[in-house]
């Protein structure tokens, strides 16, 4: 069953944004606007979503996202997990993906995910240009 709009199901909201360089200021700021833009896009209540993975590339370490995300308001509550992303020949270096998995009355087709700066390369066809 695909269910439709209106039906509170768990769906599955992607995201991915680069950062200029491994500092915890460019992270964590790349974090929050990615975030941001995920929030506004999707009008995403945090008490619903039911959690969150990121995956970043081996060439950033300076901090967890997870840290960054777990300061933002309502986000402390939310099961948060940080992993490295696979690497892969020609792969896009200095990037977080984010998988937020969350309750939606939204159908999946609904949802807008957002790739930022230069992860809009990943998925130009889904890219959210601000």
């Avoid at 896009?41 to 060439?59: C, G, K, R």
């Avoid at 099961?79 to 969350?102: E, F, K, S, T």
């Avoid at 992860?119 to 959210?128: I, M, N, V, Y």
Wanted: glycine residues 4%; hydrophobic residues 45%; proline residues 5%.
């Amino acid at each position: 069953m695909a269910g439709t709009e209106g039906e509170w199901r768990v769906r599955g909201l992607r995201g991915a944004i680069t950062v200029s360089q491994n500092s915890v200021e460019a992270i964590a700021e790349a974090v929050n606007e990615l975030l941001d833009a995920l929030e506004s896009q999707n009008t995403i209540d945090p008490s619903e979503i039911v959690s969150a993975t990121f995956s970043v590339t081996h060439d950033l370490d300076a901090i967890f996202p997870a840290a960054a995300a777990r300061r933002r308001p309502g986000w402390d509550q939310v099961p948060l997990l940080d992993v490295q992303q696979m690497q892969a020949v020609d792969g896009l270096d200095h990037c977080i993906r984010v998988m937020i998995h969350l309750n939606t009355p939204l159908s999946q087709k609904a949802l807008r995910p957002a790739y930022l700066r230069r992860a809009a390369q990943l998925r130009p066809d889904l890219a959210f240009l601000s």
